[in-house]
């Protein structure tokens, strides 16, 4: 199969930027983020702004105070000199809002609904207590004292127990209290006297050092408590052929730097399968700046005790490890011009060849310089490997550990990764009414195009049940196709979204284990030319006044591959998933938020960003997952 990429990509890159980029002219240009959440075809989402002023207990402004909000996703913002802060590109929601400023009591986290429009809000900090306001805890002997100790002690408030009475009247140290400092009985200072001061108070009130530095620090965060199980037929929800239901805990903590943010992740499950995951990144983001960046890593394992003969053997001593780097950079070239590059290095130690590289890169321009339209042109290779999305974090959304265990639908030709070439040229533009309207055209071509089935039995397997599935590759394919997409607040609350798309698939040649595919699921196998219909809707809403929130993505396709021996060609049919949010507010405390979290989807691949057209159809039978718990934000 002849390669996009194998000569001169750079040369590639060029001409593309060529092909999409006029001549740029001076006028203001906001820089793009490099990374795009996985949905980005199908939904835009309306960004907002959070505006407001930070003042004292006396009204006036304050500057350098740290403000967080946290909701729909993270942001960051230092007032200025006079008090005034900005939150830009805010999707649409509920916000967990919170300041800090060092000396200053953090101001009690509220939470704000972001609209389409921009919000002003005030917040208001007080100044901490002098330290001298509050009583020490000092050392027996040591520290300052007065004459008014010994009234103090015999008061009626007093503990009048023999400890108490004992330790009130411990003999006093030979240093002597000289002017509130410790000095020698000849009146001279020491290094000594001067440490056993400095230790006195020290010692004096380290709870309220520490609550302090932690009530300082701008974190945001969020934890998970959740279950999850799988099922077939609604009747399998409340029996044990789904299998027992997993716990899953996770946690996130989000801090911002002078001029971007860390992000810390994990999540852990135990049982049969127990696993977990860690993940970390960073982005830096100057304001005005022309040169952004972000990069992290991730690193995940599982392991299997249970009885399936299958996943045993795949599994050297019984357990999985996958790590992943990334780094992506974004420059601002010109006013109008704007170039991201960047690259992900994974490394899977059941693959044979076990690192995988995926670079990309993308040029975006404004013709006119009021961001009404937009071009973007992309460039990537990506090698993905079989169970990926098991170990991967997605882009976004919910964020679960390992959950299944899978092995090769061949075990004599194992593991094999897809490679995916793609090369992508998209136009945006603002319409009436609140209409984002979007064109794209685009190629793949894919070499070992991945399989994924459940419920199946295969010659000499185990079987799959729920809990386990099989992979293999079904062959080379070049895919040709375009997509409109249109988006559009349709009411207060409610957003809505639709992307069709139509691609020409020409199948080069099968793979190695086709033949066997063939005889189990035929449909897997496509014929010589194929021509897919795809048609993605999303609905994101809010009920007023009970604060639930309700997210669908429902995709309607002609090519998914059937779900038995029994259907020789690929059908007609849907996936869905289903997200359900439910706020707590008579669990609220401090500055924690509660919310209720329930799931329900059908749809296997969470990351769609430059993933195959076929990846999606290509899942035989996936089975129904339910996600439920509760998550806290503070």
């Keep these: 199969m002849v390669r996009l990429f194998t000569k001169r990509p750079m040369a590639v890159l060029v001409c593309m930027a060529v092909v999409v980029c006029p001549a740029a002219a001076s006028a203001q240009f906001a820089p793009a983020v490099a990374s795009q959440p996985h949905m980005t075809r199908v939904f835009a989402i309306t960004q907002a702004e959070l505006r407001g002023t930070v003042l004292d207990e006396h009204g006036q402004p304050l500057a350098g105070a740290v403000i967080s909000a946290l909701g729909g996703t993270s942001a960051f913002a230092v007032s200025d000199r006079n008090g005034r802060f900005t939150l830009r590109d805010l999707p649409a929601g509920p916000y967990l809002v919170r300041a800090h400023l060092q000396g200053y009591v953090p101001a009690r986290a509220r939470i704000i609904q972001i609209s389409t429009s921009a919000r002003d809000i005030s917040i208001a900090l007080t100044r901490r207590s002098d330290a001298s306001d509050s009583p020490q805890i000092l050392q027996a002997g040591v520290g300052a004292t007065d004459a008014g100790d010994t009234a103090a002690a015999d008061t009626d408030n007093e503990n009048h127990s023999e400890i108490a009475w004992r330790l009130r009247h411990l003999r006093r140290s030979v240093l002597k209290d000289v002017g509130g400092a410790i000095a020698t009985p000849d009146g001279r200072d020491s290094f000594m006297e001067d440490s056993l001061a400095a230790l006195g108070r020290a010692v004096g009130s380290p709870v309220r050092v520490a609550s302090d530095f932690i009530a300082d620090l701008p974190l945001n965060g969020q934890i998970n408590l959740l279950t999850s199980t799988s099922f077939d037929r609604p009747q399998e929800l409340f029996s044990v052929q789904g299998g027992a239901p997993r716990s899953v805990a996770f946690v996130s903590l989000t801090a911002p730097t002078a001029n971007g943010k860390w992000d810390v992740r994990g999540g852990s499950t135990q049982g049969d399968l127990s696993s977990w995951i860690v993940a970390g990144s960073y982005e830096w983001h100057p304001a005005g700046a022309s040169h952004q960046y972000q990069a992290g890593m991730s690193y995940a394992m599982q392991r299997y005790l249970g009885g399936n003969a299958d996943a045993l053997a795949a599994m050297a001593d019984g357990r999985r490890n996958a790590g992943e780097m990334y780094a992506y950079d974004t420059w601002t070239l010109a006013p109008r011009l704007n170039v991201s590059y960047g690259a992900r290095y994974a490394r899977y130690d059941y693959l044979t060849h076990e690192t995988l590289l995926s670079p990309k890169a993308s040029v975006i321009v404004n013709p006119f310089g009021d961001a009404s339209l937009r071009l973007r042109g992309a460039i990537s290779h990506r090698e993905l490997a079989p169970g990926a999305e098991e170990f991967l974090p997605p882009s976004s959304g919910m964020w679960l550990p390992p959950g299944r265990t899978f092995s090769p639908a061949s075990p004599r030709l194992g593991f094999r990764p897809e490679m995916i070439d793609h090369v992508e040229v998209a136009v945006e533009q603002p319409l009436a009414g609140n209409v984002l309207a979007g064109f794209r055209t685009f190629r793949q071509q894919v070499s070992d195009q991945l399989v994924t089935m459940f419920g199946v039995s295969l010659p000499n397997t185990a079987g799959a049940s729920l809990g386990h599935y099989y992979v293999g590759n079904s062959g080379d394919v070049d895919i040709?196709?375009?997509?409109?997409?249109?988006?559009?607040?349709?009411?207060?609350?409610?957003?809505?979204?639709?992307?069709?798309?139509?691609?020409?698939?020409?199948?080069?040649?099968?793979?190695?284990?086709?033949?066997?595919?063939?005889?189990?699921?035929?449909?897997?196998?496509?014929?010589?030319?194929?021509?897919?219909?795809?048609?993605?809707?999303?609905?994101?809403?809010?009920?007023?006044?009970?604060?639930?929130?309700?997210?669908?993505?429902?995709?309607?396709?002609?090519?998914?591959?059937?779900?038995?021996?029994?259907?020789?060609?690929?059908?007609?049919?849907?996936?869905?998933?289903v997200q359900v949010s439910q706020a707590l507010p008579f669990l609220n405390f401090t500055s924690a938020q509660w919310e209720m979290i329930v799931a329900v989807r059908n749809l296997f691949h969470e990351d769609l960003l430059d993933a195959s057209v076929y990846d999606e159809l290509q899942v035989v039978r996936p089975p129904k997952h339910v996600v439920g718990g509760v998550t806290v934000r503070f």
């Design 480 to 577: 040709r196709g375009w997509g409109v997409s249109l988006s559009r607040t349709v009411a207060d609350g409610i957003k809505a979204s639709m992307d069709y798309t139509q691609a020409d698939a020409n199948w080069l040649r099968p793979s190695a284990s086709s033949t066997m595919l063939a005889r189990v699921m035929p449909s897997v196998v496509r014929r010589q030319f194929e021509q897919l219909r795809d048609l993605t809707t999303s609905v994101e809403s809010e009920v007023p006044g009970v604060d639930t929130r309700v997210f669908v993505i429902y995709k309607v396709n002609s090519g998914f591959a059937g779900a038995d021996a029994t259907t020789p060609r690929p059908q007609f049919g849907t996936r869905f998933d």
